[in-house]
């Protein structure tokens, strides 16, 4: 099993669908991070959550570090929100080493 | 925020040659990273590129393999070396800004392609 687990794996929407990605760990950690990797393979990194619940534009992202699950959602998706979305974990144990999820591939289509 | 240029984008290279890939960060990081991503599948860590020092390697990565050097606090390189078709990869640098906030940083990628 993998540290970090999301769900799910493939998802394809139409515009204007609000969307959800979720993020399991298994292990305490003292940060998460959301990333956004386009089909060129550039990564832009859209959250670094330790608790609470952050926000920028369409994208929200929240932690519950006692469930050791986190959300991604997007309202109002627009097909360029198309892209590869992970969930990275900074173990407590790791230092500055993060473990990544498989990633989750969204298609928005217009 | 940091802004990471990654070099090249892409390269076709034949069997046996070796491919320097070069990371320049506009302001200076503590952290640099250096990440493969084989298709199909998430980022594994190669090695964290240290300043002034040898690079510190994961299990599986070897010096001799991806040798890297990180001169400043803006600048690192990762090699390639005696490339085989397995080494067809996009390989990533990152880095962590300010040790406070943890905030990441990522470069393009560099998308090898080894025939």
């Known amino acids: 099993k993998n540290e970090v687990e999301q769900s799910p794996q493939n998802l394809t929407a139409q515009e204007g669908e609000f969307i959800t990605i979720n993020c399991s760990y298994s292990?305490?950690?003292?940060?998460l991070h959301w990333l956004q990797q386009h089909p060129g393979g550039g990564i832009v990194s859209l959250f670094m959550l330790s608790s609470g619940k952050k926000k920028h534009g369409r994208l929200i992202a929240t932690i519950n570090i006692q469930e050791k699950h986190s959300s991604l959602h997007i309202t109002a998706s627009h097909p360029r929100d198309s892209a590869v979305y992970i969930c990275?974990?900074?173990?407590?144990?790791?230092?500055?080493?993060?473990?990544f999820g498989e990633g989750t591939q969204l298609t928005v289509n217009p | 925020s940091a802004v990471i240029s990654q070099k090249p984008s892409r390269d076709i290279c034949q069997r046996g040659t070796s491919l320097t890939i070069q990371c320049q960060v506009d302001s200076q990081v503590t952290m640099m990273f250096w990440y493969r991503q084989q298709p199909g599948q998430s980022l594994t860590l190669i090695a964290t590129?240290?300043?002034?020092?040898?690079?510190?390697?994961e299990s599986g990565f070897v010096i001799d393999k991806f040798p890297i050097s990180r001169p400043n606090l803006t600048f690192s390189t990762l090699t390639v070396s005696n490339m085989s078709p397995e080494d067809s990869s996009i390989y990533l640098c990152?880095?962590?800004?300010?040790?406070?906030?943890?905030?990441?940083?990522f470069g393009e990628g560099s998308r090898l392609t080894v025939l």
């Open positions: 990275a974990v900074r173990p407590e144990t790791s230092g500055s080493r993060l473990t």
């Open positions: 990152s880095a962590q800004g300010d040790a406070t906030t943890g905030e990441l940083f």
């Open positions: 292990v305490g950690i003292s940060a």
């Open positions: 590129a240290n300043q002034g020092s040898e690079a510190t390697y």
